[in-house]
């Protein structure tokens, strides 16, 4: 089992049609495959044992990514944002690497060899290369975001990807005039799964590599976009963009997933009214479970959004109900299983779930996963997130989500953005701090929200602290960096 | 007569079917158009018993009654696919719009 048999088949399937399209570089399937060998000749000669990718999105990561496959080495995209000392630290954990990049590091690393990104688009080679079969072999060592701490490094193993993809994606089930645009960056999983999920489908795909609203919406009529994927602040500015009665001109595009973060159910229901003949679809997932194990689709957004029903309505909230092939289950914090609409940490479970870092494994012999969210599952299998389960405010021994704070005050019209946080307290241990973003030409009003929040939650959630401020802070894949907000308020 | 390790790689011997083991929780042979199939392609390849010519469709996944084995199609072929003499069904999946 291993990943490059996907492009294999698809190469194979389709030879002729197009892969991977940025700016002016193309593939086809076999192209690419062709390339994805040549590549994984460079990399086995190379004597490393890593192969890093620096940079931005171009068709060098499905290379460079099945390449490694190929060469049976794991795959470690790097976030090209981080500063030379932050990418030393990560360097010095992959050593010794053979780094795919357009740029040369000002450090030096044992063993460490570069790869010129354009070489590796240039490069073709005809001559077989026999796929390794190992499945426990690890494929792709995602860096963690670290927005609570230091980066773990997660391990995906062929087996991981392999399952999710055969169990959520039909082979070659895209049709020829499919194109799917992609904007997120290579080194979050959201982008692995792409890559992977577009090729078994036989699915061109189009990379953004520098997301903005304007080119985003441009490359979709230029190039016939179908589908596309986004995280929720990228989602938010697209429809920000777009003149509610004129409509989004968008004739060719047929579905939109999103995932990554929390969705705000404002921006959901703009985007719905914008993109009337859109099929919407929310997927959540985690790095540590190769990507989506859970589906909010088309036809749950469309009842919800036209439903009375309050039990139906809210579940543009929700991020639906697990994968055929995942198990789900909210545990209590002696691990007790919960029954349905009671809070607790989501675990999960599936031939798709690594829960493993290099330095631990943290899924049990029983292969459940902690996920580390807070939610709860309703009578009717939707699962309803709210927060991490480290971000929990512990207030006077009553435990506050911020998502349900944050959710009561993004309805507030003076509101565009909020973050909850526990601010330490004397009195209480913590008490409640909101950051909130005023929407544009609104003077912000501490008392009304307050009254807002009262009227709707119980007094204890209502914030003892509040701050306006211009902006949040968030990664550019759109994870609120909660830690920054809370530091603002001690 | 040991399990298959999830990974193998199996080939026909009658026709160019090639597949793939996802999981193997029980004993068994695989076998396609009524002949074993093997972790290594055959060099002459005999005649598909003429009952057990179906076909493996690319991109199929097949399973026994049990569920105790899940086989992938990664190539074509004309033999009719089984384990432990039991014909293996195509696995019915749910469509999933798509999350990535």
């Known amino acids: ?490 | 007569m040991s399990q298959y390790r999830p990974g193998t790689r199996l080939y026909s011997a009658v026709c160019a079917a090639e597949v793939m083991v996802i999981k193997c929780a029980a004993e068994g042979e695989v076998a396609c158009g009524g002949h074993p199939m093997s972790t290594a392609p055959a060099a002459d390849k005999s005649e598909p018993d003429a009952a057990l010519a179906e076909g493996v469709l690319m991109g199929k996944r097949y399973t026994d009654e049990a569920d105790s084995l899940e086989l992938l199609c990664v190539k074509p072929g004309q033999g009719s696919l089984s384990f432990a003499g039991e014909a293996l069904k195509e696995k019915a999946t749910k469509k999933l719009p798509s999350s990535d």
Not at chain 1, 165 to 180: P, T
Not at chain 1, 319 to 334: A, H, N
């Open chain 1, 1 to 490: 089992m291993n990943i490059a048999t996907l492009l294999q088949m698809a190469a194979e399937a389709c030879p002729e049609r197009g892969a991977f399209k940025c700016a002016d570089d193309e593939f086809t399937f076999g192209e690419l495959l062709h390339a994805a060998t040549s590549a994984a000749m460079r990399f086995r000669s190379s004597q490393c044992q890593y192969v890093a990718y620096l940079g931005e999105a171009s068709p060098a990561v499905p290379i460079a990514l099945f390449g490694a496959a190929l060469a049976e080495m794991p795959f470690v995209p790097l976030n090209y944002r981080l500063s030379d000392g932050e990418l030393e630290s990560l360097v010095s954990r992959i050593s010794p690497a053979l780094v795919v990049t357009d740029r040369r590091l000002g450090f030096q690393a044992d063993g460490l060899v570069y790869a010129d990104i354009k070489e590796l688009l240039a490069a073709d080679t005809e001559d077989p290369f026999e796929v390794p079969l190992d499945p426990d072999a690890v494929a792709v060592q995602l860096f963690t975001s670290g927005t609570t701490g230091a980066p773990k490094a997660a391990l995906l193993r062929h087996s991981h990807l392999f399952s999710y993809i055969i169990s959520s994606v039909e082979f070659m089930s895209a049709g020829e005039d499919e194109a799917q645009l992609t904007s997120v960056p290579p080194y979050h999983i959201a982008g692995i799964s792409a890559i992977l999920s577009s090729v078994y489908a036989g699915r061109r795909v189009v990379q953004l590599p520098n997301f903005d609203a304007r080119t985003w919406l441009r490359l979709v009529s230029d190039e016939a976009i179908t589908s596309a994927f986004v995280v929720p602040t990228m989602l938010a500015r697209i429809v920000s963009e777009i003149d509610v009665d004129a409509g989004a001109n968008c004739p060719t595009l047929q579905a939109i997933a999103y995932g990554g973060g929390k969705m705000p159910v404002p921006v959901i229901e703009r985007a719905l009214e914008v993109f009337p003949n859109v099929a919407f679809t929310n997927a959540y997932g985690l790095t540590e479970t190769s990507s989506t194990v859970c589906l909010l689709g088309p036809e749950d957004h469309r009842q919800a959004w036209t439903s009375d029903d309050p039990q139906v309505r809210r579940r543009l909230g929700s991020v639906g109900r697990p994968l055929p092939s995942i198990e789900i289950e909210i545990r209590d914090e002696t691990g007790r299983s919960l029954g349905p609409n009671a809070s607790g940490e989501v675990y999960v479970r599936g031939p798709q779930v690594s829960g493993e870092y290099r330095e631990k494994r943290v899924v049990g012999d029983d292969g459940w996963f902690a996920t580390r969210d807070a939610g709860m599952v309703d009578e009717d299998g939707y699962v309803y997130l709210s927060g991490r389960a480290d971000d929990v405010i512990v207030r006077g021994g009553e435990n506050v989500s911020p998502g349900e704070v944050e959710d009561v005050l993004l309805e507030h019209p003076s509101v565009a953005d909020v973050a909850i946080v526990g601010v330490p307290s004397k009195e209480w241990g913590e008490a409640i701090g909101a950051a909130i973003v005023l929407a544009d030409g609104v003077a912000g009003d501490e008392e009304a929200l307050r009254a807002h929040v009262k009227a709707r939650l119980r007094s204890s959630k209502v914030p003892e602290y509040i701050r306006f401020v211009r902006e949040l802070p968030y990664t550019e894949t759109g994870k609120l960096l909660r830690r920054l907000v809370k530091a603002d308020f001690q």
